[in-house]
């Protein structure tokens, strides 16, 4: 039945023209037999332009197409033509795809290997990630190696400037080495020249006891030779010169004629006083009336024990200056007139202090100093008030009170 059909076609080809005659007139299809014997999963007939005289089948039976009697002729070669121009040469579609599987050849296109092709787009993902991944480090790289040039270069420009710098340094450290070394000869020269030698000095008491004093009796010495000598002795005394002021001063105090600063010069044991005119080189006042009141006021005070005096009223000059004046090692408290006193406050006073000074004449409210004068009576002894103005006038007066009791 297959080569009636295959003479009928033949004969329906020449009507249709002589192009789609050459194109079937060259294509062969290997016999399925065949192929089924080399393997179970060859099944599928290969198109093939060689010419095999034994074993060849019916195109249309390729093709998977029914006779000619149950399909209309002129609708198969329709349908034949379309599939003869979709095939090319070698058995490959014009869209570049193998029909050497039958399924193929039918129109379905399934994938022999699914999960190795799989496999080989997973790989070819992964292999582009990693090219962009170091594509990347790449990068990375030539922006770190362009950062390093310019560090290199910087480091280079650096070192260049220090060498310069070294090489000046060089040749200043040259010109003072020259200029010390002449310095030196020159000193040596005017050594040499000079002819004058160093006194020998000796200590003052070995040159007394080189004498005939008696020992114990050099101080004694001291004071009646420098009385004959005067002024003559004082070129032949020497001292060490980072000792000599502070010895002079443990020994020696200047004082002025008022009398209090004398008072002060004679409570110091073991120095001696020498008066002088001018009262600026007083150690006591140092020319300063109020310096000298409070001096006094002070002295009286630890005469008669009175370490914490409570001043109430004053100016804030006047607390100023007395700031200034007072030792620091004296407790004197301020108490000003300007500020709001209550008579807790004023007890707090009294029964704190030794002495409580009520300054009248300045900045003073009478009802802030009734405060401690309406409690007289209760601190005997504690309260003093000062009806003169100034620093030295109190001070005086504070000092005459004590004196007084």
């Given at each position: 039945m297959g080569r009636k059909n295959k003479s009928r076609r033949k004969k329906k080809s020449t009507n249709v023209g002589p192009s789609l005659a050459d194109k079937l007139s060259g294509i062969k299809l290997e016999n399925p037999s065949k192929e089924a014997a080399k393997g179970p999963g060859s099944v599928t007939p290969n198109v093939s332009r060689r010419q095999e005289p034994e074993g060849d089948i019916d195109f249309a039976e390729a093709m998977g197409v029914s006779s000619p009697a149950e399909q209309d002729e002129s609708d198969w070669l329709s349908w034949a033509s379309q599939e003869v121009d979709r095939l090319e040469p070698g058995g490959v579609s014009s869209a570049g795809t193998s029909y050497s599987d039958s399924s193929r050849i039918?129109?379905?296109?399934?994938?022999?290997?699914?999960?190795?092709?799989?496999?080989l787009r997973r790989e070819r993902d992964a292999l582009l990630a990693e090219q962009e991944q170091?594509?990347?480090?790449?990068?990375?790289?030539?922006?770190?190696?362009?950062?390093?040039?310019?560090?290199?270069?910087?480091l280079a420009n650096a070192f260049q400037e220090l060498q310069s710098n070294y090489a000046t340094l060089e040749q200043a450290q040259s010109k003072s080495r020259a200029s010390l070394q002449r310095l030196r000869l020159e000193q040596r020269a005017v050594l040499e020249a000079s002819s004058?030698?160093?006194?020998?000095?000796?200590?003052?008491?070995?040159?007394?006891?080189?004498?005939?004093?008696?020992?114990?009796?050099?101080?004694?010495?001291?004071?009646?030779?420098?009385?004959?000598?005067?002024?003559?002795?004082?070129?032949?005394?020497?001292?060490?010169?980072?000792?000599?002021?502070?010895?002079?001063?443990?020994?020696?105090?200047?004082?002025?004629?008022?009398?209090?600063?004398?008072?002060?010069c004679a409570s110091s044991s073991g120095r001696g006083v020498l008066l002088?005119?001018?009262?600026?080189?007083?150690?006591?006042?140092e020319g300063s009336d109020?310096?000298?009141?409070?001096?006094?006021?002070?002295?009286?005070?630890?005469?008669?024990?009175?370490?914490?005096?409570v001043l109430v009223g004053g100016s804030p000059d006047a607390h100023a200056e007395l700031k200034h004046l007072i030792p620091d090692n004296f407790d004197l408290r301020l108490v000003s007139g300007k500020l709001r006193r209550d008579k807790q406050q004023a007890t707090d006073d009294l029964r704190y202090s030794d002495l409580v000074v009520i300054?009248?004449?300045?900045?003073?409210?009478?009802?802030?100093?009734?405060?401690?004068?309406?409690?007289?009576?209760?601190?005997?002894?504690?309260l003093h008030v000062v009806h003169t103005r100034g620093v030295a006038s109190m001070a005086r007066d504070v000092a005459l009170f004590l004196h007084s009791l």
């Open positions: 039918q129109g379905t296109a399934k994938p022999e290997h699914p999960d190795a092709s799989d496999a170091q594509q990347a480090q790449l990068e990375t790289a030539l922006k770190d190696t362009a950062t390093l040039r310019q560090q290199k270069e910087a004058v030698e160093e006194p020998n000095v000796i200590c003052l008491r070995e040159a007394m006891g080189k004498t005939k004093i008696p020992e114990g009796r050099e101080a004694e010495a001291l004071g009646l030779w420098a009385q004959a000598g005067g002024q003559a002795l004082l070129p032949h005394l020497y001292v060490e010169s980072s000792s000599a002021s502070a010895l002079i001063e443990r020994h020696l105090v200047l004082c002025c004629h008022h009398e209090a600063c004398q008072e002060a002088v005119d001018d009262a600026s080189l007083c150690e006591v006042c109020n310096r000298r009141a409070v001096q006094q006021m002070v002295r009286a005070c630890r005469v008669h024990r009175i370490y914490k005096v300054w009248g004449p300045t900045i003073l409210p009478h009802k802030i100093s009734e405060l401690y004068t309406k409690q007289k009576d209760s601190f005997p002894g504690k």
